[in-house]
């Protein structure tokens, strides 16, 4: 099974600064069909979790564009360019090229300082 | 409006059944692969079940492979999971999510599966 590791798992943030989020996998995530199936997802306290970002850098509809995700075959990172109070909540990475299973990272819980 | 609606958690004791359900509405429910994840409290997530849309595929996590059963009813535009044999460590909140090209784009708001005495 592909193992996704992020860091850092608890992340303090000012208002207003930037933030970024790592994500690595146990075997790259490049598909032959020319896709990686890297995707983020945002769980706000309460809630169900929602798609951000998926196939690496592509935005959901409705998300910010201040969020941003970056990376390749190991390597991936999603930004936030200035951290909004709504952005408190958890973040997971997880991929879907080398299913089954499909696999998440364990969640970076992102605080206001 | 995509909406993924569960239903069926309650409190069970350890070697007891269930049987969730997720009621799905606003796409064409035949054409989408399903999911259940799940998620322990205060934990992270982690993938439990796979459906294709016709229902021919079917895959599940090692945990609980021969005690889940994932199904689906087009018909009734509805996904199921039957859970035999439960353990304490299978308690979690249970999302039915739709896959849409190798990932889950829409998430139902859960329901919570108690596994004690």
């Known amino acids: 099974d592909v193992v996704m590791t992020q860091s850092p798992l608890s992340l303090p943030v000012t208002l207003g600064q930037p933030a970024s989020i790592s994500c690595r996998s146990s075997?790259?995530?490049?598909?032959?069909?020319?896709?990686?199936?890297l995707h983020w997802f945002q769980q706000r306290p309460g809630q169900s979790p929602r798609r951000l970002i998926y196939k690496v850098s592509k935005r959901d509809s409705g998300v910010p564009d201040r969020f941003s995700g970056s990376g390749s075959g190991t390597d991936f990172t999603l930004t936030i360019s200035r951290v909004e109070a709504e952005d408190v909540g958890v973040y997971y990475c997880m991929q879907g090229t080398h299913w089954p299973p499909y696999t998440f990272g364990q969640g970076t819980k992102l605080e206001i300082k | 409006e995509v909406q993924l609606v569960e239903s069926g958690g309650d409190l069970v004791q350890p070697g007891g059944s269930l049987r969730l359900s997720c009621t799905a509405s606003?796409?064409?429910?035949?054409?989408?692969?399903m999911n259940w994840v799940r998620q322990a409290p205060g934990k992270g997530l982690e993938w439990v079940s796979f459906i294709s849309g016709s229902g021919d595929t079917t895959h599940h996590a090692d945990s609980v492979k021969g005690r889940f059963t994932v199904s689906r009813d087009n018909a009734k535009n509805s996904l199921y999971l039957q859970m035999d044999s439960l353990r304490a460590e299978d308690t979690a909140l249970y999302y039915c999510?739709?896959?849409?090209?190798?990932?889950?784009?829409?998430w139902g708001q859960g329901t919570m599966v108690t596994v004690s005495s």
């Open positions: 075997q790259s995530l490049a598909y032959s069909d020319g896709n990686t199936y």
């Open positions: 999510t739709r896959n849409a090209d190798g990932n889950f784009d829409y």
């Open positions: 606003g796409f064409t429910f035949s054409l989408y692969q």
